[in-house]
Every structure is written in C-alpha cells, then in structure tokens.
C-alpha cells in the first residue's frame, strides 16, 4: 500500500492522476494544493475518505508540511510549475523561481529521505532539436538566444533534470518523465478569455463557445505531438508503481507519435466537430480561423518549435505501456466534457 505525496494535486495531472490512483489502486493520495476545485468530487467520495488526504497550502510556504510528508510518503511527485507559453515571455522570474527554486527544497527532502521522485520534465526540454523524434537519451536539447525568454521554462526544467540525474548518481531513486502535449478535461479553464492564457486546445474551445475568432500564430504550421491524458496517466501509474524498480534512474517519453498534428489542423478537427453538437454549432459558425504573428500573440521573447514527436520506446518496452486513443476520440471526449459549461463561458461576452 503505497502512501503518493502529489503536490500540485489540484492541477490538470494532479486530479487525472488522484482520481486513477483511487479508482484503481489501495494507494493513499496526500495532495497539496490552493485550490481544490477539480478534486472536490474525489473530497466528497465517502469511498476514498480514508485514502484522499488533502491539505489547502503553497509550497512556497508551507516548506515544513511539505519536508514532513515527504518524509511520511513512499513516491514524490511534485507537479507545480507555471507551463503556459505567455507567462515565459511575460513573467520569465516567475518561471524560474516557481519551476526550478521552489522545488529543488522538494528534490532535495526526496534524496535525504530515500524516497522515489517522480519528477514531471517537459517536451519543452528538447528544444528546437532537428530529430526527427526526441530521443531520450540521445537528442540534443536545442534552444534559442537569451533574448527569447519563451525558453526559461525548457531551460528551468532541463536544469532540473540535471540536478536530479546528478542526485541519482549519488543514490536518489528518481525517474523523469516528459508529458508531450497532454490533453482531456481539466487542462485549463475555457472562462479565460484572454489570448495566450491557456493552452492551446482550451484556447481554441473557449473561442468556438463564445463565437470568437481562432487566431493561428505564425500560419498554424508548427506540429504538437498530442496524448490524451488517460493514456499518459496509465504510464504514470505504471511509473509510480515501478514493479521490479525497471523505472528507477530512468527518462520517459510519454506522448503520441500517431496524433501529430499542426495547430492549423486542430483548430479544424475542432471546427468541424463543434458543428456536431448543438451545445457548440452556433458558436462555431461565427468563428473564422485567422493568422497572427508570434510577436503580436505573444510579445518578441517568443520562438516556436516546428515538430515535437516524441521517441517513446523505452516506455513502451520497460513499462508495457501503449498509447491508444486516437486524435478524434480524444477531442470528442473533451468536447463531452464541457458541454455543461458553454452557458457561463457564453456569458463572458456580455
């Protein structure tokens, strides 16, 4: 019965994997969060009452809690950062310090204490390499000049990465594993009208439920590499339980080759599935895909990447881990999702 410490509980991994973990497993969850808006279901569970241990802080705050149940837990996953594109141009401190400062304490409590870290790198890291697919242990971790700021959170990251790996070779029990493109429910809110404020698929959504243009940056040309957050939490769980230690010390990939796609090609998939359902059609019919300069979306720190494909045999081998649910299903069931709240996100427009 293994005890899970999930700081960051609250965010879009954080719930998906709290809720996987309860609903599949004798494991206890002890979250940190400020919030606990999409855990509220699992709080209220009478079922998970005695596995679900949530306590409401800031790990920038409540450092002694934190050290503490580090210490109480088997497996530490810290999963607070700040990950949304316009925040590393516009607040570039504020992604290091959060990203990288505010959880090397964590890192470092995890390798006193003899714990497994499972640390949440990023597809961020590998840059604007040139591979064809990123390779774990083999890409070269590509980035641009230092008046590009979009690149502190891949370089945050990767430096953390290091420190772990150095960590590891003086005994940490560690494994990284870098999420390309996770998406599903809960990713980000799509009552957030502002452009560059979420991610990409919740930008598109919340503009197609207020009948609100899609601003394509660059041409929409850049590919993603999109995973549906159900196949990225069943390689998680595998990670967490890491059954022969075949996890500990090692990098994983956890993305989708299949559902590469440009953003252009994504705002239509989503275009012409909104047309599908009643909640969404009239919305979508006033939406007009339009192209913007990165520059003007996201201020001149920005650079992009063309093609983020993701070399995951080593997750697949080690972990029996296969990623299954195609571009169009993972949509559709996002779409499903939000169905209920196109009403409040309508109401932003008046």
Not at 4 to 17: A, K, P, Q, R, S
Not at 42 to 55: E, S
Not at 63 to 68: A, D, L, R
Request: charged share 20%; proline share 4%; hydrophobic share 40%.
């Amino acid at each position: 019965m293994k005890k899970v410490l999930i700081l960051g509980v609250n965010g879009f991994i954080g719930h998906h994997l709290s809720k996987r973990i309860l609903e599949t497993t004798d494991w206890h969850v002890y979250g940190m969060d400020m919030q606990s808006d999409r855990i509220g279901e699992l709080l209220a569970n009478d079922a998970y009452k005695a596995r679900m241990h949530f306590f409401e802080g800031d790990i920038t705050i409540n450092k002694e809690w934190v050290e503490y149940h580090v210490k109480k837990c088997d497996v530490i996953l810290p999963l607070v950062a700040i990950a949304t594109p316009s925040t590393y141009v516009s607040a570039p401190l504020k992604v290091f310090e959060l990203d990288f400062e505010a959880n090397l304490p964590i890192v470092r409590s995890a390798a006193k204490y003899g714990k497994h870290l499972i640390f949440p790198s990023t597809s961020e890291v590998y840059g604007m390499s040139a591979d064809e697919q990123f390779d774990p242990e083999a890409s070269n971790l590509v980035y641009g000049p230092i008046n590009k700021p979009r690149w502190i959170y891949a370089c945050s990251k990767q430096l953390m990465d290091r420190v772990i790996w150095g960590y590891g070779m003086e005994g940490l029990n560690f494994t990284l594993f870098r999420p390309f493109n996770w998406i599903g429910a809960g990713l980000d809110s799509i009552h957030t009208p502002k452009e560059g404020s979420s991610r990409v698929l919740t930008q598109f959504l919340g503009h197609i439920v207020r009948g609100e243009n899609i601003q394509l940056v660059d041409g929409g040309e850049q590919k993603r590499s999109f995973t549906y957050a159900d196949d990225g939490i069943d390689a998680l769980v595998r990670i967490i339980a890491n059954k022969d230690g075949i996890a500990s010390g090692k990098i994983y990939n956890v993305g989708n080759p299949a559902n590469n796609y440009s953003i252009r090609e994504l705002a239509t998939m989503m275009l012409a599935l909104a047309a599908e359902y009643p909640e969404y059609a009239e919305s979508a019919r006033q939406v007009q895909i339009v192209e913007t300069t990165s520059g003007a979306y996201y201020g001149k720190g920005y650079q992009d990447v063309q093609n983020r494909v993701p070399k995951i045999d080593n997750t697949m081998a080690e972990l029996g881990w296969t990623p299954t649910t195609t571009m169009a299903d993972a949509l559709r069931h996002i779409f499903d999702a939000y169905r209920g709240q196109v009403g409040a996100a309508k109401a932003l427009m008046d």
